[in-house]
């Protein structure tokens, strides 16, 4: 997954652009990287690691300009090597172009076969670099039709900025799959992946940009264009399951309500069916993402909430688990079971997913070893037996679980006394109504033809 | 503040030191260092930073040795620095002795000069070091009376872990002011600030050490040894509000419990006043540390519990924040209020403790900005008044709130609809009873002579 | 400046290239990297800085395989950064390739221009990726036709190495500007722009790559092509005075006899003509480059040699000389006048050549500071009045002292009593006779047609 | 060995440290540091490394104040560490002290014993430190009798410069084994352990420190005091032979004189002996050590002087030669030979010392593989066949070839087809007349009791 962040016309927009990637860090943690321009020069930090290593005070004064584009990355395909970090600065015949690309062309091997036998020569594996060449290939006169040129030829979710030294693109894609909005610094533009980067340099949200925009940003003008053949929009529904920060709005939804939804809709089914046998003591979340399904359960279902974990806030990403020991202390290491909340209690976990179903074991393991009674598991999204190509980490079926076992079976792997996953239907009414959601990965419909 | 860990008998000592280390971050971001011993040689990594950052495998291999102790240290002087880091190692004509210190003794400045007088040199400004010169100089014969001898000169709060190439001293001042608990695994001892470093290894807790007491374990024998004058013992309440892990047991008492039953107390006093006056919508924490006091809020005054605010975990400790902009954004990164949750409501925001009332400021200033109708701030912990001499990072009285104002006027400064602090008699209703805790910087009442 | 070195068919490619490396490490300081195949994948490590400090154990270690290829460089026009470093390694719709580039084209402004109005992107400045891009979009069949095709576009010196993952290919322009020989180490085959490489790991010398030759090793066979149109090579004279190593041979020529040869030259016109007068105590070098010329100068003048200068050999890269002191310490620091050597002295200077004149009036001040009589200099080099367009760094006519002053302007400016240049015709008969070379520096005879 | 430097009333005086450590580099290159003092702060950089590595603009800028004090270490026991390197800042009873020290005390051992059975603490192993406790323990009142106190305990090899916030004391022992001599630059006074360090950065030479001198500077007056019973001093030979540089003056000698001299009177003796037999086509030096002796043997002899080895500059520490080849690179890399030079010739090879014999045999090697008739090594110091206890790291007799094996045997092994070592007598000859040297590695003759 990646976040982008763009800003134009501010003269402080790197460190806006810095603090923007700060608030969507959690979209990707194996590089950053940030390109300024101050209509002259190009200036450029991209680096693996996460935002704090990556920019001081030092790197980030060297970054000048009032146009500026972050990017965050977490590779999807094993290819983690600052080759591929983001954004890309490109040198073209159509004059410099910077790139950054949250989404998954479906596509880009047909793509890159054609370009290398015309002499194209890749520096990355990313699809950005694809599309620049498409751009700077183009027999199109002007830069903004050599866009619509280069992303005629291009399939798949893609929400993309562009910047040269002059003007800024934001992109989305006709589906519309990944989020992008629009906001508004004092008279300074605003690009983000997600409304929490408004929120935290102070923007006003004005309005996503839409599926199949182009928003061209000159200093003269603002112009929206919709060059391509309209389809049906299906916004990612996973984005509000896990992905986005439940302060955030993506697709013009509340994540922490529709998490909470989630948890309701979950609540009710267990009303309607086995909550009288269970008889929970409370109702807990494995932190943090299923905070907020835990408290909409707890509310809709009147049974206590409490806290069973509690989460370490100093792993850095380089915690060693060496073969000299048997036991495995990654999951042990970011969360503690607190004995006095679990001890003799019947729980009802509330997860957000289960994608490989092996946290889910430790954690309940955890609980029982610490005197659980019962642990029932609630999950907030449906199945997830399909692999997503538009752009989330979840890679091939053979990892899915529920590719491979049905509810019952899981539930015995990870040992759980009951488990209960959310339908697609019901997770359906968790959300905004009027919006077709893409639920790919759990339903297999993929929109998108390939 | 401080922590220590320390593992006699294990042939993997170092890096589950490591580990238990790693579960007591908490208690010092500053500095960690880990030195062990085969035997023959000491091996010694300190560094400044987090234990994340400091140990790698090859770091942790080249640790060798059964016998390993380990420090993590937050400054409270201003002398943060390499020299001042932990485990100390000192070669004395009595064989190598590594020291490991949390607490403050209120005596440095006399032994100090006393020891100078006499030719002493130092290299740090640490009490550890001291005590090492104590130690070294003592006339008694063997390395134990030399202990005693030393520790006979000082004055003040030490839970200490020393090691010798073959024994580890575990000590507790005769007030008993920091914690320090016993355990074993598969027949090593542990020795550690706090029993969520036990858990965190799967050792089985023992026992605390006990004020006054000197555990020696060799490879012989553990003994244990009450030298000292009796005092009447007088743990740190604030170890209980604040500085601990919710999953630890410390003095024997729940941490986890201690903070529910100090928001319940708080629930018992607001039903009794004025809580029918305020019609909450819904009791809330400042994430992390007000949870538990939140859950128990909630569970005693049966208002519903939610989250107002999210909190972003890629926060390093290197965010910058420049003078070109106005804003502070440092509190804003760490927290994000989330404003569905927020906005038209009437909230009771609960909060472990109020130092320099700056950052309740900001998060109250946080909630009205995304719309919240009241703020209702209750406080887990009585006024803190005073400084703590004994190891806890609260300098001087200039800095604390509550030395300048009284309750009202804290109210004013952070902008509250109400606010009630815990009193010192609630306070001890919410710990386990039979204990007297020493509660200095709420009450001024200084159980150690100077 | 650069030096490249490559070797197919051996066990151990990568050290043997980073020794090689070493032994050419005088043709470029600025970066070094070098890239290995297997025949499966590509193994790469170029960074900024010295071969002793870019690799190590591990890093040599990594680059596996029994074909590898190294560079060195040294800018010539200020794009000193990671993105011009070479070896560089391209994916191509041909494959992948590997370059190495020792030398300067003329038309890479026309090559670039083209390439860029038909879509091409390029990653750096050099040289290397113009040609890399041309043998990608070549329209003919197999990877030898396409090189010969680019090249045909370019005009320029180029001593060339590339390599894919089966094959390496050693070329030099049909001019012959720039060094490049080929030798024998147990059966695999070594390229490298000096001898001193060949000797450095112990591998015989067999042949120069012959001007205008292309060079195709495989694992089958070593074929030559000779695809270009001829003309008549012209080797480049100030390899021999200045750039390579004493103990090399270029272009079939001992560099330290053709150094003491150039020493002879000037003792033969001295003698011929004012040495009588001069009566000089002794003949020493500007160490190291001066060296030979003085050995030189002292056997056909019967002169004493003597050292008046010790050369610390401890200078790194980062010598501090900050505003805040008026002197500049760089030449001081790096040559040590020996006083009981030049006090009351007539001394005969002998260095390889003038460029700016700046060090030449450093040194001579400094002699005098020690009490030198009189300070003769003799240079090796003929007046240096025009720029290299073949790849030495030579920038501008503006910086050459030899372009705006006579030889008795210079005398005066650098303070010697007397000041002799060698003639471009005394310089050739100090080389082997028979070959036309390039002294386009000293007469503004190009040689390529622009 | 080690080098020190001092600096006391200049306004640039860590800069001016710096330039005198770069001087001073080669007398030792595991470590070095700078201390200064503005008399409020002590500033402190000590690093493992070069002073090229070590320091910056960024890090001299810090090291504010007038006084300054560097030191230069190269361990002589394997105790090459952090802990060990110098200057060293002890803060005592009396004042923070920085100490640097070049020599070797002898009777260590018995001092530590001593001070650690009163109680003391070491942090190093260095002899410094044991001085420091002995001055911070002294019962005299002041810090010049506790000085003198200190010294008048310990027995061995000094030449010491302390610094204290307002005062500077440089200090060589009653022998006078190692050299430290006084200058002056503007006003302020310089202490160094050789003249290079001053002609660096143009301060005039004024004389020696006397053996058994203390020399106190402070901003009132500076006071010499000779507080120590009277010995004969005797300065160090090796330090004319090999260890300081060309360019100095050490003990008031030219030791680029005295290197002349040694190969003058070595070809004296091969005048009276066998010089006739040997017709020497050339005399060429080891460079860069043996340079100035094959300068002396060629005048005295009229056999022309050669280099058949040229030395490369860019070898860093890091030299890299592993198992897996069986060749040994490190001498080949340093000194590569010259065949036009070397092939049929028969070569007289000067060399300062043979300490292992290993470097003399490669480098014969190396010149009978490309060609060399003869080789007839002759040697500017007598054979080294005891250890030294004063500083100079030539540690124990089992490495001394000249310990196991006469002159013919180590003929034999090093593969000469002659082998000349310089007499004793020779030697005292070549130095100025009048002095009493120590030459205990050669004769065996300690002058300092033990």
Redesign the interface.
Same mark, same amino acid.
């Given at each position: 997954m990646c976040g982008v962040f763009g800003i134009y016309g501010h003269k402080?927009a790197a =460190?806006l652009s =810095?603090?923007g990637l700060?608030?969507l +860090? #959690?979209r990707g943690?194996e590089s950053a990287g940030i390109v300024s321009t101050d209509g002259l020069n190009m200036y450029e930090r991209v680096r693996m690691g996460? @935002?704090?290593?990556i *920019?001081?005070?030092d790197s980030?004064v060297k970054l000048k300009g009032h146009i500026a584009l972050g990017h965050l990355r977490y590779s999807t395909k094993g290819d983690s090597n600052l080759k591929n970090a983001q954004p890309f600065v $490109?040198?073209? /015949?159509k004059g410099i172009i910077t790139i950054a690309h949250n989404g998954n062309l479906v596509n880009t091997d047909d793509i890159s076969d054609k370009l290398? %036998?015309? /002499?194209?020569?890749?520096?990355s594996e990313t699809d950005s670099e694809r599309i620049?060449?498409l751009i700077?290939?183009?027999k199109e006169a002007n830069l903004t039709d050599s866009i619509i040129d280069a992303l005629n030829q291009v399939s798949g979710a893609y929400s993309l900025i562009l910047t040269t030294k002059e003007e800024m693109y934001a992109i989305r894609d006709p589906y519309g799959i990944r989020p992008l909005c629009l906001g508004n610094l004092n008279g300074a533009y605003v690009i983000a992946s997600e409304t929490?980067a408004l929120?935290?340099i /102070?923007a006003n949200y004005i309005r996503n940009i839409e599926p199949g925009e182009i928003l061209r940003i000159s200093e003269k003008c603002v112009e929206s264009i919709k060059p391509f053949e309209k389809n049906e929009p299906h916004p990612c529904i996973f984005e509000l399951v896990y992905f986005a920060? !439940?302060?955030s709005h993506v697709f013009s939804a509340?994540v %922490?309500?529709a998490r909470k939804n989630m948890g309701k809709e979950l609540a009710k089914y267990d009303k309607d069916n086995i909550i009288k046998k269970i008889n929970a003591d409370f109702v807990g979340p494995v932190p943090?993402s299923g $905070? =907020?399904g835990a &408290?909409g359960y %707890?509310?809709e279902s009147g049974i206590? *909430?409490?806290?069973p974990f509690?989460?370490? #806030?100093? &792993?850095?990403?380089? *915690?060693?688990n !060496?073969n +000299?020991?048997a036991?495995d202390?990654s999951v042990? &290491?970011k969360l %503690? !079971? @607190?004995?006095? @909340?679990i001890r003799g209690k019947s729980i009802i976990l509330v997860e957000d997913s289960i994608v490989r179903g092996t946290t889910s074991k430790d954690k309940i393991k955890n609980l029982r070893e610490k005197g659980a009674k019962e642990v029932h598991m609630r999950v907030c999204s449906p199945l997830l037996k399909y692999p997503c190509f538009y752009g989330i980490d979840i890679p091939t079926k053979m990892e899915l679980i529920a590719h491979h076992y049905d509810v019952d079976d899981i539930r015995r792997i990870i040992n759980a006394d009951s488990l209960v996953y959310q339908s697609i239907e019901s997770l359906l009414n968790s959300v905004p109504q009027g919006t077709r959601y893409c639920h790919a990965c759990m339903s297999g419909e993929y929109p998108i033809p390939k």
């Open positions: 402080n =460190y =810095y603090l700060f608030a +860090q #959690h943690q996460l @935002v704090s290593d *920019f001081n005070n980030l $490109m040198k073209t /015949g290398e %036998s015309e /002499g194209a020569i890749f520096q620049v060449h700077a290939r183009s929490c929120d935290l /102070g920060r !439940p302060d509340s %922490s309500e943090d $905070m =907020y &408290i %707890s509310k206590e *909430f409490d806290l509690t989460r370490n #806030h100093y &792993i850095g990403r380089t *915690f060693i !060496p +000299q020991e036991r202390f042990r &290491i %503690s !079971p @607190v004995k006095e @909340v």
